[in-house]
């Protein structure tokens, strides 16, 4: 037992210790951004010569530093008295709360974890090199909370006890199989299978080339509109996440709507296609699309609808198609797309000169870009709830993650061809060079998305981390024609497939659309439930008239070459 004299001289060390430490993570916290500042926001000493250091506001940083040595204090005056239960998901179990030094560990995680942000924001930074600052931060303690660690974690080690060390023996088994597929698993993969209980929906491809197949589906109803429907993905991804399940699937809805619909279906790039570029996107991909469908069903023009990059791709045809002063899709829905990257929130993080030439170097000129990388840095923006908690139930835990449809469509990732990434990554991302009325020539033709006068759909989700709301919305100040903006609750994906029978979330509508996202929410009409039947009443009138549903698939020379979901869906990413 400690004296009291003892434990006062513990507490006076344990403060001078914060002290020591708290100078030492601020000199090494400065080398990483740039500028120096006076006094405590002093230049590191033995800064190396040319690295610059962070610069600090004074005040800011002192309250920081006062608030930390406070709060940790407070922590160690407690001792091994049970602090407060911790407002975290990840230490919120009751095997914690039974456990004071696991929750001792997870208050101090937590308060060094909050001291590092504000050291972030107490910089003088730009916003850049903030927001980078804070995804670093973020990465390192999503990485280094305690409940990764099996030592330190009171809810592994009880489920090792009751399991008699099944558990870890398991966990072990759950690693080696992750790793020889090369991702962690976010679902019970082996529930699922395309074409099977995945993507379902009834259909044919009824044409492919190298870089999609065309799927034409079934009609639900006896009569049909006469003008009929494309839906274009995203090529970063399968397909099929708007035709995950019956319930769910937007296909299924959109056929039951009546409507005549196609889709689609990208090829995840192999070495054939090494050296595809964006135009090769645009002219064999969206355009021969749009083209074909129209030889199809004999139609005049159609309508279609481009999701995420799907929207990107599609916005560029239709302003490639307006320079040739040809009209051949009525209307266009952009689902939470970019046209304007001027908002990308965290995306911007990874994106400067000197990655995209990088980037240029390595597959500017022919190669391909792995689906996995993609796939591991979506990952990675949300590392808590993609990454971390399934390293801990996976392994720490030895638990099998629950069937999940859509968690199993995001770990099935697809290749892109090198040239048409660089190209993307320079042109959007980097210099948003697609809104510059022609700065871009894309097949040929100057791109200038103002001549792009049809009516327009724009839906963008609240939450979302891929596709801001704010870089949704600035498509209504780029393209021309009559347009409606909606904004959904959740995000990227989970705002999007909300199909209205689940009575999920809300959305927003507002007939104004002024310059800005902020003030055309001040006028926002909230809605119960899901955005969908907006949509099909903003549709229905571009549908055209009611004609008798098709009783075969394609027609003359695009015959029949496989079933619906078709080869591509179905092949796995290589690279």
Known sequence: MHSQADWAQLATQFQQNLGAGWMKALESFQQLGAGSAPGLAGAAPDAPAGIPTLQFEPAKLVELQQGYLR???????????APAPVKDKRFSGAAWSRHPLALFSAAVYLLNTRTLMGLVEASNADEKTKARLLFAVE?????????????LNPEAQQKAIDTQGESIAQG???LLADMQQGHVSMTDERVFEVGRNMATSEGAVVFENALFQLIEYKPLTAKVFERPFLLIPPCINKYYILDLQPENSFVRHLVDQGHRVFLVSWRSADESMSQTTWDDYIEDGAIRAIETVREITQAKDINALGFCVGGTILGTALAVLAARKQKPVHSATFLTAFLDFSHTGVMDVFIDEGMVKFREMQMGQGGLMA???LAQTFSFLRPNDLVWNYVVGNYLKGETPPPFDLLYWNSDSTNLPGPM????LRNTYLENNLVKPNKLSVCGEKVDLRKIGIPSYIYG???DHIVPIEGAYETVNYIGGKKRFVMGASGHIAGVINA?????????TNDQLPSTHAEWVQGAEDHAGSWWPDWY????????KQVAAPRAYGRSKFKVIEPAPGRYVKAKAQA
């Open 461 to 463: 989700s609240r939450e």
């Open 537 to 544: 009443a903003w549709l229905k009138p571009h549908g055209g």
């Open 172 to 174: 072990m088994h759950n």
């Open 139 to 151: 990465q390192w303690a999503a990485a280094s909370a305690p409940s990764n660690f099996l030592a």
């Open 421 to 424: 990434y660089a190209w993307y």
């Open 71 to 81: 709060e940790a204090a407070l922590l160690w005056n407690q001792g091994m008295q």
């Open 371 to 373: 689906g996995r990388d």
């Open 500 to 508: 209205p029978a689940a009575r999920k979330r809300s959305y927003w």
